[in-house]
């Protein structure tokens, strides 16, 4: 019965053309101030389309029957919250991407988008982590560690894990919307 109901997986990639194995993706272009951050988000989008499977990574446009090519539009660190005395507490990192996939067979453009983004908040003192979120949770942290950083420790391991996140949601919508189609 459920066969029948149209719903699909995304790692199925049932919006790419079926004879698709293999892609190539072209580095992204930054059109930021931040110097490398596509770089960094390679390797974060090519994780995501080879854990799903359904496409081959090859290292060349001949090789590949997909191309996949964009740009790093926007990234940005914004304090979003502060103390009783102006000094910020939370900080909230997003970054957006514009994408093209080709079928390198027909040269017919497979799938586009426009300002795919992600984002998202941490904070840069001890008190502003709340130790029982997901968020903390999924870091390599106990509560009575951060307790006991200095606060530009508190940040530097904040963004990271922040940065992570953040580059990991951007590859998985991309990757998402991609092979869906959409």
Request: aromatic share 8%; glycine share 6%.
């Amino acid at each position: 019965m459920a066969a029948g109901c149209g719903y699909h997986f995304a790692a199925e990639g049932s919006g790419l053309p079926p004879q698709a194995k293999t892609i190539y993706v072209e580095r992204f272009g930054n059109r930021t101030r931040m110097t490398g951050i596509n770089d960094v988000f390679m390797r974060y989008l090519e994780d995501e389309i080879s854990i799903h499977k359904r496409l081959q990574i090859v290292d060349s446009e001949s090789q590949a029957d997909l191309m996949l090519s964009g740009d790093i539009l926007f990234a940005d660190q914004l304090p979003i919250a502060f103390n009783a005395a102006s000094e910020p507490t939370l900080y909230t990192e997003s970054i957006s991407a514009d994408a093209t996939l080709v079928d390198e067979h027909t040269h017919k453009v497979v799938w586009s988008t426009r300002g795919v983004s992600g984002s998202q908040n941490y904070p840069v003192v001890a008190g502003g982590a709340i130790t029982t979120s997901p968020y903390f949770l999924q870091q390599n942290m106990r509560s009575q560690d951060i307790a006991r950083l200095t606060d530009i420790q508190v940040a530097q391991t904040q963004q990271a894990t922040s940065t992570t996140q953040m580059m990991q949601f951007l590859a998985q919508n991309l990757y998402t919307s991609m092979s869906d189609g959409f």
